[in-house]
Nanobody
């Protein structure tokens, strides 16, 4: 069983950057799908970015393409989300999660972190 702990959230001005980290303990996750999701108040949880399996294939939702980068350090069992050119609409609680196959559907992710708040001021 994988356990996930996010860190790196905070308050930043529009145009700024943050890097989120997700540290995994337990089973190694190099062959798992790892995803970042976010949930703003009153909205459903949405897929932000994913990195899949040993190939490291990545996927992003359209609104963050060109601004966010997901990466993985297998030696450290850590997944990162580099967020640049942040916008107020990026404000949300960000969660990392793992799934047994490549998917963007949050229902298929079976392990979740506790979440970290990202607030972007205008």
């Amino acid at each position: 069983q994988v356990q996930l702990v996010e860190s790196g959230g905070g308050l930043v001005q529009a145009g700024g950057f943050l890097r989120l980290s997700c540290a995994a303990s337990g089973r190694t996750f190099s062959t798992y799908a790892m995803g970042w999701f976010r949930q703003a108040p009153g909205k459903e949880r949405e897929f932000v970015a994913g990195i899949f399996g040993s190939s490291g294939t990545t996927s992003y939702t359209d609104s963050v393409k060109g601004r966010f980068t997901i990466s993985r350090d297998n030696a450290k069992n850590t997944v990162y989300l580099q967020m640049n050119s942040l916008k107020p609409e990026d404000t949300a609680v960000y969660y990392c999660a793992s799934a047994p196959w490549a998917t963007m559907n949050p229902a298929h992710y079976n392990t979740w972190g506790q979440g970290t708040q990202v607030t972007v001021s205008s």
